[in-house]
């Protein structure tokens, strides 16, 4: 990731509208903003919220509040818990997210 090419920017997540992403169970709601090639999210998943689908993406989470599981596609899984965080890089590991009682998420990727 190369963070270049955009001015300083403040972002107030509350003024950016969320959309609303449906999981296999529950619903994630994503603020997002793009800068250049970089997505920056605020993400909130519902409680029960499991990901339809493995993602291939690389990412850095940083776990806000609430707690979460990722799945590895090796079968290993990963709890993630509020102030914990974890990297991983495009194509190197597929990972699926599950919670139980709702997790918000800061994602940069």
């Given amino acids: ?23 296999e169970n529950g619903t994630a709601f994503w603020r997002t903003i793009h800068l250049g090639d970089i997505r920056v999210r605020m993400v909130e998943y519902s409680w029960g919220y499991l990901a339809d ?26 709890i993630l818990r509020k102030g914990m965080s974890y990297v991983v890089g495009d194509n ?6 599950f919670t139980e009682t709702g997790v918000r998420l800061f994602i940069v990727d």
């Fill in 53 to 78: 689908h493995w993602c291939d993406k690389g990412h850095i989470i940083y776990c806000i509040e609430g707690e979460m599981i990722t799945e590895l596609k090796d079968g290993s899984k990963i």
């Fill in 92 to 97: 190197s590991m597929p990972h699926k997210s």
């Fill in 1 to 23: 990731m190369k963070i270049e090419d955009f001015p300083f920017t403040q972002i107030d997540w509350h003024n950016i509208e969320a959309e609303e992403h449906k999981g």
